[in-house]
T-cell receptor
């Protein structure tokens, strides 16, 4: 199965800061990747898909760098409510099973 | 449009008992995945099913654990003779296609073995 690596953090940032996470993967021919958000003791929720051309949704921007095999998530103007664990997901690329990273913890403080 | 449903949300079992966890996928989805998450750990894939078929169970322990997704009704994850190490959150996810598509998660079942 694909290896997916994330810096576990925590990333501790003040409100309003810009923060970026990377996620490296090994060997996937998939066309799209995903970022999920997981709050403490809750289920993961889809945050955004990551396409070859990148994706932007409000304060969130996701990029895919296929040559260097990583995806990134940029959060601008951080809010307290952004505090969560962010999981990157590499689809199966033919093996049916996506691989979840262990997540990066973000703490936004006043 | 109901999302993925799981029940029970919390389940307490004594060592040696059986645990049955149920998952109803999102409407229109025929692919179901089960994951286990221990405290402070990542999601661990257990099994992938389509209607009436187990496609990949490589993440599921060979003993005591089984899963099914019948033609009618929810997917069931069954753990026989539970042990304390089975205590975890069990999440079910569904998707419209195979592993290339985004998955939508249910709220999970928190199993506690006493």
């Amino acid at each position: 199965r694909k290896e997916v690596e994330q810096d576990p953090g925590p990333f501790n940032v003040p409100e309003g800061a810009t923060v970026a996470f990377n996620c490296t993967y090994s060997n996937s021919a998939s066309q799209s990747f995903f970022w999920y958000r997981q709050d403490c003791r809750k289920e993961p929720k889809l945050l955004m898909s990551v396409y070859s051309s990148g994706n932007e949704d409000g304060r969130f921007t996701a990029q895919l760098n296929r040559a260097s095999q990583y995806i990134s998530l940029l959060i601008r103007d951080s809010k307290l409510s952004d505090s969560a664990t962010y999981l990157c997901v590499v689809p199966g690329g033919g093996s049916y099973i996506p691989t979840f990273g262990r997540g990066t913890s973000l703490i936004v403080h006043p | 449009n109901a999302g993925v449903m799981q029940n029970p949300r919390h389940l307490v079992r004594r060592r040696g008992q059986e645990a049955r966890l149920r998952c109803s996928p999102m409407k229109g989805h025929s692919h179901v995945y089960w994951y286990r998450q221990l405290p402070e750990e990542g999601l661990k894939f257990m099994v992938y099913l389509q209607k009436e078929n187990i496609i990949d169970e490589s993440g599921m322990p060979k003993e005591r654990f089984s899963a099914e997704f019948p033609k009618e009704g929810p997917s069931i994850l069954r753990i026989q003779q539970v042990v304390r190490g089975d205590s975890a959150a069990y999440f079910c996810a569904s998707s419209g296609r195979t592993g290339e598509d985004e998955q939508y998660f249910g709220p999970g079942t928190r199993l506690t073995v006493t």
